[in-house]
């Protein structure tokens, strides 16, 4: 069975520096993954996925992961963070092994400082 | 723009009051999902779908009950609200063979009261 984890429950970082959200996943058949993020109040939304070819990939508002196979990880990373990056952000993984169904992590809450 | 719409978006209910959730897409997706989230912690699936009178419960117990008579409509159902209830609830549909996107999209959300 698939799992997801992700090692920060919060991360607060100032305004204008890097940031990375760590996701580390289990699974013993090919994945696909992503990052969702949820403002407050808010549904949750695609920030990129992972389906296959380039491991880098780019999604919106400037965040970029990187999918390692081999230490079974996609980290989340933006260079610069803004106070409107102030939100939750969930990890997910699927395989056709769980009909499709996202299994998701217990989201890593980011906290920009001024 | 396809769109998963979910209303009310916030409602105050007291207990013991039969309440409806509901939850519309226009993708025409036929997997759908129901998940319930206490604010700032992780997503709890209660139900899914996946067509058409299909229905089966999720990882987490819930004493809501859900429908599927049409593709586009999944509404979750409290016949009696207690404090318990008190939660955001939220919809998101999928389509992996059809879109080949194989994610979610997700409604707004409707945050619940019980008082």
């Known amino acids: 069975a698939q799992s997801v984890t992700q090692l920060d429950s919060q991360v607060p970082v100032f305004e204008e520096a890097p940031v990375e959200l760590r996701c580390n996943y289990s699974?013993?058949?090919?994945?696909?993954l992503f990052w969702y993020v949820q403002y407050p109040n808010q549904g949750l939304q695609l920030l990129l996925k992972?389906?296959?070819?380039s491991t880098l990939v780019k999604g919106i508002n400037g965040f970029e992961a990187e999918f390692n196979k081999s230490q079974t990880s996609f980290h989340l990373r933006k260079p610069s963070v803004h106070i409107s990056d102030t939100a939750e952000y969930f990890c997910a993984v699927t395989t056709a092994d769980s009909n499709y169904q996202l299994i998701w992590g217990a989201g890593t809450k980011l906290i920009i400082k001024p | 723009e396809a769109d998963i719409y979910q209303t009310p978006r916030y409602l105050v209910i007291g207990t013991g009051k039969k309440i409806t959730l509901e939850c519309s897409q226009t993708m025409g997706h036929d997997k759908m999902y129901w998940y319930q989230q206490d604010p700032g912690m992780e997503l709890h699936l209660i139900h899914y779908s996946y067509g058409v009178n299909s229905t089966e419960k999720g990882d987490l117990s819930s004493e809501s009950t859900v429908s599927r008579i049409r593709t586009e409509h999944f509404p979750l159902t409290l016949e009696s609200a207690r404090p318990s209830h008190t939660s955001q609830y939220l919809c998101a549909s999928s389509d992996p063979a059809g879109q080949g996107s194989f994610g979610y999209t997700f409604g707004s959300g409707t945050r619940l009261t019980v008082v």
């Open positions: 699974s013993s058949v090919s994945v696909y």
């Open positions: 992972y389906l296959s070819g």
